[in-house]
């Protein structure tokens, strides 16, 4: 990573131009949290998002996929308690007034307004109780406003999830932020449910476009919680140019830094997913090292973090690896398991990871190989368990079929699962 791209405080926040609030509406009844959030920025921007691939669209993804089409945006209103998805002519009306609602209280078109919802299913979504509180909400905006937004979108979210970097681009110092909520309904079409980034660079829609969509390829992409699409996923980015830099048009040095730096927020934000999976108690990351190409290592490292088998030898701490090499074997994609070897590694704490987002030791105490070239080893059985154990864990994949390398996230399997979602509606 280039050590020039730093982390900072401020989420979605951190550039210029850009502030936030949320506000609680009581969408849902039981709810004692912000469920309303904000975001605006000064100056119109540059936009790009990529939506849920599920056949079934909440009314707000439609909507928004509309406004966004010519590039440009100014503000983003969401609500967490009520996904407004199978609900009709009535949920497309209600959407739109989300959107004029917030193009009222900012100055800005309702056209250029991005409308996002999660929550239950198939139930109206009481707008009026967003009507009420949106003078609230507006008067609220500041850049310390992240903080009250990135609670609003949680659902059973256990903590929020934001984070936000700065870089030089044409001598000019930029920022780019984000704030995300995913733990449920998490798979690779797209894996999370509400993702927004911003930034102060000077950038042309089709470029950042271009950008997202390269993103998101290795970062949110490669997520899986549940095997299940949401139907309101939406991952939008928002440039609104106060940084100064000269425009990014094209390809080249300019635009490679941005993209570096998306791709190392988006990295940070997409393990934080999977580490807040339902009930999960541990991030499973699968790396996959020597496949024909990185599209290929990538598609092994899914099938492997995306098995229910697996997720429950990680639930486990058993060194269970033939339950790996099976959910490869059945991916399609071809590879070599005789010249394949695999470890168990762990950097010791999820937390500390994200924060130095570098890679997991692969010797010493911390590691453990338990298959080589098509052979089970005799292997530390209490030494695996324990590296199992983590809080962050990783299986380390050595094929022997070419030079190319993925990474996918995921997490354990628990009890806590079902009971979660054995009564989520109710």
Same mark, same amino acid.
């Given at each position: 990573?280039?050590?020039?791209? $730093?982390?900072?405080?401020?989420?979605?926040?951190?550039?210029?131009?850009?502030?936030?609030?949320?506000?609680?509406?009581?969408?849902?009844?039981?709810?004692?949290?912000?469920?309303?959030?904000?975001?605006?920025?000064?100056?119109?921007?540059?936009?790009?998002?990529?939506?849920?691939?599920?056949?079934?669209?909440?009314?707000?993804?439609?909507?928004?996929?509309?406004?966004? %089409?010519?590039?440009?945006?100014?503000?983003?209103?969401?609500?967490?308690?009520?996904?407004?998805?199978?609900?009709?002519?009535?949920?497309?009306?209600?959407?739109?007034?989300?959107?004029?609602?917030?193009?009222?209280?900012?100055?800005?078109?309702? @056209?250029?307004?991005?409308?996002?919802?999660?929550?239950?299913?198939?139930?109206?979504?009481?707008? %009026?109780?967003?009507?009420?509180?949106? %003078? @609230?909400?507006?008067?609220?905006?500041?850049?310390?406003?992240?903080?009250?937004?990135?609670?609003?979108?949680?659902?059973?979210?256990?903590?929020? #999830?934001?984070?936000?970097?700065?870089?030089?681009?044409?001598?000019?110092?930029?920022?780019?932020?984000?704030?995300? $909520? &995913?733990? &449920?309904?998490?798979?690779?079409?797209?894996?999370?449910?509400?993702?927004?980034?911003?930034?102060?660079?000077?950038?042309?829609?089709?470029?950042?476009?271009?950008?997202?969509?390269?993103?998101?390829?290795?970062?949110?992409?490669?997520?899986?919680?549940?095997?299940?699409?949401?139907?309101?996923?939406?991952?939008?980015?928002?440039?609104?140019?106060?940084?100064?830099?000269? @425009?990014?048009?094209? %390809?080249?040095?300019?635009?490679?830094?941005?993209?570096?730096?998306?791709?190392?927020?988006?990295?940070?934000?997409?393990? $934080?997913?999977?580490?807040?999976?339902?009930?999960?108690?541990?991030?499973?990351?699968?790396?996959?090292?020597?496949?024909?190409?990185?599209?290929?290592?990538?598609?092994?490292?899914?099938?492997?973090?995306?098995?229910?088998?697996?997720?429950?030898?990680?639930?486990?701490?058993?060194?269970?690896?033939?339950?790996?090499?099976?959910?490869?074997?059945?991916?399609?994609?071809?590879?070599?398991?005789?010249?394949?070897?695999?470890?168990?590694?762990?950097?010791?704490?999820?937390?500390?990871?994200?924060?130095?987002?570098?890679?997991?030791?692969?010797?010493?105490?911390?590691?453990?190989?338990?298959?080589?070239?098509?052979?089970?080893?005799?292997?530390?059985?209490?030494?695996?368990?324990?590296?199992?154990?983590?809080?962050?864990?990783?299986?380390?994949?050595?094929?022997?079929?070419?030079?190319?390398?993925?990474?996918?996230?995921?997490?354990?399997?628990?009890?806590?699962?079902? #009971?979660?979602?054995?009564?989520?509606?109710?």
């Amino acid at each position: 990573m280039d050590s020039s791209i $730093k982390f900072i405080d401020g989420g979605v926040c951190a550039a210029q131009g850009f502030t936030a609030n949320g506000v609680l509406c009581k969408i849902k009844a039981s709810r004692t949290t912000n469920d309303t959030a904000l975001i605006y920025s000064e100056k119109p921007c540059s936009a790009a998002g990529v939506f849920t691939q599920n056949r079934v669209k909440a009314e707000s993804v439609k909507l928004s996929k509309k406004n966004i %089409e010519n590039g440009r945006i100014q503000a983003v209103i969401a609500n967490s308690g009520n996904a407004n998805c199978c609900t009709g002519e009535q949920g497309a009306k209600v959407a739109y007034h989300m959107a004029e609602l917030a193009a009222k209280v900012t100055g800005c078109s309702a @056209e250029d307004v991005i409308v996002c919802s999660t929550g239950v299913i198939g139930a109206q979504l009481p707008v %009026e109780k967003i009507e009420a509180k949106i %003078e @609230e909400l507006a008067k609220g905006l500041s850049k310390e406003g992240h903080k009250e937004a990135r609670i609003a979108i949680m659902t059973t979210d256990t903590q929020y #999830k934001e984070c936000a970097v700065q870089f030089t681009i044409g001598g000019k110092l930029c920022k780019m932020g984000t704030m995300c $909520k &995913g733990s &449920g309904m998490i798979h690779i079409n797209l894996g999370t449910m509400l993702s927004f980034i911003t930034t102060d660079v000077a950038i042309s829609p089709k470029m950042i476009d271009k950008a997202l969509r390269e993103s998101i390829k290795g970062t949110y992409n490669c997520v899986s919680v549940d095997g299940d699409t949401s139907t309101n996923d939406t991952l939008v980015l928002l440039a609104n140019g106060m940084a100064g830099n000269p @425009e990014i048009t094209s %390809e080249g040095d300019d635009y490679n830094t941005f993209l570096e730096a998306l791709n190392k927020l988006n990295r940070v934000m997409a393990m $934080k997913i999977a580490a807040d999976g339902e009930g999960a108690t541990r991030l499973v990351q699968c790396t996959v090292n020597g496949a024909r190409t990185v599209e290929e290592a990538r598609g092994l490292a899914k099938e492997v973090i995306s098995s229910s088998l697996v997720k429950a030898a990680m639930f486990g701490a058993d060194a269970n690896f033939g339950r790996f090499l099976c959910a490869m074997g059945y991916s399609g994609i071809d590879f070599t398991p005789e010249k394949t070897n695999i470890w168990f590694t762990s950097k010791g704490g999820a937390k500390r990871y994200f924060e130095d987002n570098d890679n997991f030791e692969v010797h010493g105490e911390n590691s453990v190989k338990v298959y080589e070239n098509g052979v089970p080893l005799n292997f530390d059985e209490d030494l695996a368990k324990k590296i199992m154990s983590e809080e962050a864990v990783e299986i380390l994949v050595q094929c022997g079929d070419g030079n190319a390398s993925g990474t996918a996230w995921g997490c354990d399997l628990t009890y806590d699962y079902v #009971k979660i979602n054995g009564d989520y509606r109710t």
